[in-house]
Structure formats: structure tokens, C-alpha cells
């Protein structure tokens, strides 16, 4: 990673190990202020400056996106003296208008988005926000999405009603939905009284 004008980088400031003998370590070796949850995916918490308090920030599929979801809080709550993940957050990414822990999160989570891997597909996610939804989504304009997030592909489907058009006396294919359930990255939020992601601070 590059230094733009001298932003303070997680690279640059090794972490100290912990101090517990028996430790399973989640943490990422260089990304600041996220751990590894459920051995596929990544979840994300910051500490207030003043108050110490946490500010989860969700679940994501990759580190790199829970890596820019904390660079978000970070300038919101730090400014230019936050420790970043990456150097060009401090000029690429949304800066949340206030430090409100739910504006922060929303504004997280938005840009977090602008980073999943096309491989990981694409989801609508629903944010609360003040008065109005948040909707998320990387797909093209050209893609429709049903309640569920996945992508229907219209060709398949004409393809198949006409297979049914041609041959009536054959048995109807399973549903497309049948069976499905929602499968959404971001999980339910932990509780802060329950479990304890880090002791590090800024």
C-alpha cells in the first residue's frame, strides 16, 4: 500500500500479541479493527474515543470490505489522526456527517459495498436511516432481483416455459424458489455484553 500525505497506516503499526496462553486468534494480521467470525467471513467494531464504547459495524463476506467499513468510522471518528487500512480511504471513501454510531454504520456498510468481489455475487441490503431505507446493491441496471437478493436468469426461464409450452404431459420442474431461504452476509449484530471482538485501542 502507498502513503498518501503521510496518512497513518495499520501496515506501519504491528500488533502486539495477546497476552493469554491459550488464544485463537481471529484477528487479522495487518487489518485494523476486524476479526474473523465463523471461519468464512468478517466482522467489524470500533471504539469511541471519548465514551470507549463500540460501534459494530456488521458482517461482511471479505476482509477488505470489513477493512473499509472501518476506515469509515475511523475518519468520522478520528479525522486525518485515524489509523487507516488503507491510504486512499482518506480520499476515496464517504466521510458520514455526523458521529452518530447508526449514520456511521449505514455510511460503513454503503461503502463497504463499492469492494464486494464479483464473485461473492450481488444482495439487496435494508439499513435503517433516519426517516428513509437504504438499499445496496452492485449488480448492473440490466439484472432483476427477487425479495431474496438472488439473480433470476430471464433466458433460462423463457427457455423452460417454452420446454413446458412444447411438452404439457411432462411433470412441472421444482420450483426456482423452492426451498430457498434468505442468505444475506450481514449477520445478526453480537451482543457488546456477550462477547468482546478486541482490547486494542487507537
Not at 458521529?99 to 435494508?126: K, L, Q
Request: proline share 6%.
Amino acid at each position: 500500500m502507498d502513503n498518501y500525505d503521510g496518512t497513518n497506516l495499520a501496515e506501519m503499526r504491528p500488533k502486539r500479541r495477546a497476552g493469554r496462553k491459550v488464544f485463537n486468534e481471529t484477528r487479522h494480521p495487518v487489518f485494523r479493527g476486524i476479526r474473523r467470525r465463523n471461519g468464512d467471513k468478517w466482522v467489524c467494531e470500533v471504539r469511541e474515543p471519548t465514551h470507549q464504547q463500540r460501534i459494530w459495524l456488521g458482517t461482511y463476506p471479505t476482509a477488505d470490505m470489513a477493512a473499509r467499513a472501518h476506515d469509515v468510522a475511523a475518519l468520522a471518528l478520528r479525522g486525518r489522526s485515524a489509523c487507516l487500512n488503507f491510504a486512499d480511504s482518506a480520499w476515496r471513501l464517504p466521510v458520514p456527517e455526523s458521529n452518530h454510531p447508526d449514520v456511521i454504520r449505514r455510511v460503513a456498510a454503503e461503502a463497504a459495498e463499492m469492494f464486494r468481489p464479483t464473485e461473492y455475487g450481488s444482495e439487496i441490503t435494508v439499513l435503517p436511516s433516519y426517516g428513509s431505507e437504504v438499499y445496496m446493491g452492485s449488480g448492473s441496471g440490466s439484472e432483476e432481483r427477487n425479495v431474496y437478493g438472488y439473480v433470476e436468469e430471464e433466458e433460462e426461464v423463457s427457455t423452460t416455459m417454452m420446454r413446458l409450452a412444447t411438452e404439457p404431459l411432462m411433470s412441472p420442474p421444482r420450483s426456482y424458489m423452492e426451498g430457498v431461504t434468505p442468505n444475506g452476509y450481514m449477520e445478526e449484530e453480537m451482543s457488546y455484553e456477550d462477547m468482546s471482538l478486541w482490547s486494542y485501542r487507537y
